[in-house]
Nanobody
Framework: QVQLVESGGGLVQAGDSLRLSCAAS????????MGWFRQAPGKEREFVAV????????DYKDSVKGRFTISRDNAKNTVFLQMNSLKPEDTAVYYC???????????WGQGTQVTVSS
């Protein structure tokens, strides 16, 4: 089974950048879709970005397009989320997810807090 561990969260000011990482264990990492989701206080978890196993397909939540970039390094079993021009509304716990397809994310990390102050 794949286990996921996120890192890279923190407290930043509006306009700053952060890079989240998600380290995965398991030999099947390279065959999985990987995604990032987030959950703000009092809100439901929402999709942020997804990447296919060969990095040929990516998709983003509309509000992060042009600011966030998802990427992966299959040799290192790691997926990244580069977040630029951060806004206070990006404040949330960010979760890494994995699954056989975009619609079936069935493995989740424990989350990493991102707080953006205005």
């Amino acid at each position: 089974q794949v286990q996921l561990v996120e890192s890279g969260g923190g407290l930043v000011q509006a306009g700053d950048s952060l890079r989240l990482s998600c380290a995965a264990s398991g030999r099947t990492f390279s065959s999985l879709f990987m995604g990032w989701f987030r959950q703000a206080p009092g809100k439901e978890r929402e999709f942020v970005a997804v990447i296919s196993w060969r990095s040929t397909y990516t998709d983003y939540k509309d509000s992060v397009k042009g600011r966030f970039t998802i990427s992966r390094d299959n040799a290192k079993n790691t997926v990244f989320l580069q977040m630029n021009s951060l806004k206070p509304e990006d404040t949330a716990v960010y979760y890494c997810a994995a699954g056989p397809s975009r619609a079936t994310m069935n493995r989740w990390g424990q989350g990493t807090q991102v707080t953006v102050s205005s």
